[in-house]
């Protein structure tokens, strides 16, 4: 933002995200985490894998995320819709809990 008020143009993206505990979980959201607006959902982990992450894809974007119990994934995930990656070949490894999801950003 500075940079931009002295007159080096950039662009500023902000990806938002909230989070709140419920019943000893950490809840989060993260961009636009609209399941009527997604194209499609990919589900991460489950309840026997300690955390579940679901994504919400439009075309071959991530543009939101709820994540429940998983919070590590916070920050690829947000780097994912920030730099509006195409994902449409690492689905596979998206929804593999074995992936380290930081591996994946470009």
């Known amino acids: 933002v500075a940079k931009n008020m002295v007159g080096d143009k950039r662009e500023f993206r902000l990806v938002s995200s909230y989070a709140t ?3 000893g979980l950490d809840i989060i959201f993260v961009g636009d985490p609209n399941r ?11 309840k026997k894998d300690g955390g579940v992450t679901q994504f919400f ?3 071959s974007r991530l543009v939101g995320a709820t994540i429940v119990g998983r919070n590590a994934e ?3 995930i947000t780097k994912f819709i920030g730099t509006k990656q195409d994902i449409s070949s ?3 490894e ?3 809990v074995k992936q380290d999801l ?5």
């Open 102 to 106: 930081s591996l994946l950003v470009k």
């Open 94 to 96: 998206l929804v593999d």
């Open 21 to 23: 505990a419920a019943l």
């Open 90 to 92: 690492i689905k596979a």
């Open 57 to 59: 894809l439009r075309g």
């Open 74 to 76: 916070r920050t690829p």
């Open 36 to 46: 009527q607006l997604a194209d499609e959902i990919l589900i991460r982990g489950s």
